[in-house]
Each structure stands twice: as C-alpha cells, then as structure tokens.
Nanobody, 123 residues
C-alpha cells in the first residue's frame, strides 16, 4: 500500500507559477513511477506528466510540455510538479498517482492515488 498526499495548490494569476508536491508513505516509493493527472469540473481525468522510478525519464502531455516540469526526490519520498506560464485552462484538481510501470499513462495502470489539490488560474 502507498499513501499519497498532495499539497501546494492555490489561486494564481495567468502567467504565474506554482509547485505541487506529493508526499508518499508506505511501500518503497522508489519502486514506482509517479504521475500527475488533472480533472476539471465536469470533465474526465487526464494525464499530465510522469517520471520513472529513478527520476531519469519523463513524459508530458502535449498541453503542458515546455511549461510544466515533473521531478522527484527519492530520499524525501516526494514527487513534484513545477507549473509555469499558467493558463486559465490549467484550472483543475491535480492528482498524483503511482504505477509499477513507467510509460503507461492510462489511469487504470495507476494503483495508488492521492486526494487531489485544487489549482485555479484567474484570467
């Protein structure tokens, strides 16, 4: 079992930045690839970014590539999502999730989820 707790969300103006954190506990954090997803009101949850267990490889969705950066610290058992040049369409609840297999971005392949943190970007 892996417990995940997100933090760092909030209200920010267009063009601003935020850094989300996801603290993990339970099973060995470094065994899992970690991902971020987001869900806007009334819409389906969508993949944002993922990082392999060692932190060397990353994949981003087209909508955030070049603006968001995923990273992890396996000593602190934490994964981060640095978000820059934020747009109103980035407004959503952001969830971190753990998967045993890097590269598969499907929701169904992620075994553990956090409760989410809200990001609101004002225009």
């Amino acid at each position: 079992q892996v417990q995940l707790v997100e933090s760092g969300g909030g209200l920010v103006q267009t063009g601003g930045s935020l850094r989300l954190s996801c603290a993990a506990s339970g099973r060995t954090f470094s065994n899992y690839a970690m991902s971020w997803f987001r869900q806007a009101p009334g819409k389906e949850r969508k993949f944002v970014a993922t990082i392999d267990s060692g932190g060397a490889m990353t994949i981003y969705s087209e909508s955030v590539r070049g603006r968001f950066t995923i990273s992890r610290d396996n000593v602190k058992n934490t994964v981060y999502l640095r978000m820059a040049s934020l747009k109103p369409e980035d407004t959503a609840s952001y969830y971190c999730a753990a998967t045993p297999s890097f590269g598969n971005t499907a929701i169904s392949r992620h075994d553990y989820w956090g409760q989410g943190t809200q990001v609101t970007v004002s225009s």
